[in-house]
């Protein structure tokens, strides 16, 4: 079994957020319709994970075949180019708000993976909760105090 979920993760909540779901994924939506059929929605997904997620997300689950992978790595290929695209048609923020406003929210979002993980419970159940467990003894590593991990990831960015 394959669970999949590719996205270009959204600084910010697009669902309440009007003006950058416009500015960052009208020109993207394409992208969402053509792989919604191909790559069939895997499974539900909570609200409190749902915010980190674009409108183009996709999140699947398949049994391993060429025809799925071939469309998978399609997929992948689309929605990296236009991540370089949008880093092409990227400008710096000057605005001192607008600049810290934007470190709020990734400081947000690492802050949520480090501390909810919602692939954890799929690993147990792949891995078994023991190698599940390993992981998670990496992740502790790595954020072993998300509050801090966060704060010096985001003093480099």
Known sequence: MNIIVLDLNPLYDVKNNEQYKRKYYSKLMPLAHKYVELLPWGDKITSESLKFFSPIVIWTKFASSKYKQDI????????????????????????????LSNREAQHQYLLWRATKDPGHRILARLLGETLAEDVAIVVEIVFDDPEV???NLLEVL
Not at 82 to 89: R, S, Y
Not at 94 to 99: K, Q
Request: hydrophobic share 60%.
């Open 72 to 99: 998978l790595y399609a997929a992948f290929r689309d929605y990296f180019l236009a991540w370089l695209e949008l880093m092409d048609e990227a400008i710096v923020e000057t605005n001192a708000v607008n600049i």
């Open 149 to 151: 991990a966060c704060d």
